[in-house]
């Protein structure tokens, strides 16, 4: 199975004072102290030897966003942390998109949606039990997950605390990310961290995990050959569209998003019903597909369009969906394309299991 999850940023804080090292796999987000002398970093934090920045108003730590920050649609993140003070804002982490931070006690994180507005999840408005109050000086795990299309949640100590399900705009990219306080602040700042940061991980959405997956499947050197001759037709197909209408490439991709996005998060968001249908149906697609057992896929889409219609989620009726069917370049497009017929397993997947929508 594929992860959907990559490692953009990885802080540990060990090592030479103010060498602010990024352990991702793209080693591209390194940090830079902001008004944080030597003595601000500890050998120990939550366990010996596991390193620790001590943060006061002012201080920060900035995050040149390169390599991997952009796009992000999804994020995850997850901070080891000790506050000093029980009252105030503490800024965990600000990617300007979003900020990750405790508010008096409680833990909360925003995500800026303009032009359409904004999400805000507290465990104060959106807690799925008790309150919440955050620990002072005691080392605690807080972490959010933001899955880019229904869901956002909050976690302490890797169990969810907080939860909004709705429809979702995917989180928008940044070129800058700073830790321990907002990315820009007026002086003397008020929104700083008042303690102690032992460890920063962030991940976004793989933007290729779609495509992993579709070559993840097990096929013949036949089948292999046969796709990557198809794939060349379409890039000529698109070449030949964008010489036609320079407009249509790039309304095509926002259109085939759109539609994407619209059509899983109306299924993901209409009814908790509809939510875990959705989703273990997504999750045998996914082990069929792997395995490359194609032919237990068109029962699973059949299966899950004749649910998914019952609970009042119908593709054909979907705004962004139609758009997207209706418009000229898509039409066009589907006219230069060649037919996909040298992957007879494929071409009865399609046969069988597209027709239900």
Same mark, same amino acid.
């Given at each position: *199975?594929? $992860?959907?999850?990559?490692? &953009?940023? @990885? @802080?540990?804080?060990? +090592?030479?004072p103010g060498v602010i090292f990024d352990q991702s796999p793209r080693r591209g987000s390194h940090g830079n102290a902001v008004d944080l002398a030597d003595a601000d970093f500890h050998t120990d934090g939550s366990t010996l030897g596991s390193g620790a920045v001590a943060f006061h108003p002012g201080a920060k730590i900035l995050v040149p966003a390169k390599a991997g920050w952009n796009p992000l649609r999804g994020v995850r993140a997850e901070v080891i942390c000790r506050f000093d003070t029980a009252t105030g804002i503490d800024v965990l982490l600000d990617a300007k998109s979003f900020y990750f931070y405790r508010r008096s006690g409680a833990? +909360?994180?925003?995500? $800026?949606? =303009?032009?359409h507005q904004y999400t805000d999840i507290t465990t104060d408005l959106n807690g799925l039990g008790p309150p919440v #109050? &955050?620990?002072?000086?005691?080392?605690?795990?807080l972490g959010v997950l933001h899955d880019g299309i229904s869901t956002v949640e909050?976690?302490? #100590?890797? /169990? %969810?605390?907080a939860r909004i399900i709705r429809p979702l705009w995917p989180v928008k990219p940044t070129d800058v990310v700073a830790i321990g306080d907002f990315v820009t602040t007026p002086s003397p700042s008020t929104s700083g961290m008042s303690g102690r940061i032992d460890e920063v991980r962030v991940w976004r959405l793989d933007p290729d995990r779609i495509d992993r997956a579709f070559i993840g499947? %097990?096929?013949d050197p036949a089948a292999s050959q046969c796709w990557a001759e198809w794939f060349e037709q379409l890039a000529a197909a698109f070449e030949a569209l964008r010489q036609a209408n320079g407009d249509c490439p790039k309304r095509l991709i926002d259109l085939i998003g759109a539609a994407v996005h619209s059509g899983v998060a109306d299924a993901l968001t209409r009814t908790p019903q509809s939510r875990s249908t959705w989703l273990q149906a997504a999750a045998d697609?996914?082990? @069929?597909?792997?395995?490359? $057992?194609l032919a237990a896929i068109a029962p699973t889409l059949t299966g899950l369009a004749a649910w998914l219609q019952?609970? +009042?989620? #119908?593709? =054909?009726?979907?705004?962004? &969906?139609?758009e997207l069917l209706n418009d000229p370049c898509w039409k066009q497009l589907?006219?230069? /394309? %060649? %037919? *996909?017929?040298?992957d007879p397993a494929f071409t009865d997947l399609l046969s069988g299991g597209a027709g239900a929508w």
């Open positions: *199975m594929v $992860d959907s999850w990559e490692l &953009i940023l @990885h @802080h540990t804080y060990t +090592g030479t833990l +909360g994180c925003w995500f $800026d949606e =303009s032009p #109050d &955050i620990p002072v000086g005691q080392w605690v795990r909050l976690f302490v #100590d890797g /169990v %969810p605390v499947r %097990p096929m697609y996914q082990q @069929h597909w792997a395995a490359g $057992d019952s609970e +009042g989620v #119908d593709p =054909s009726q979907n705004p962004a &969906i139609q589907l006219s230069l /394309v %060649p %037919p *996909m017929t040298c």
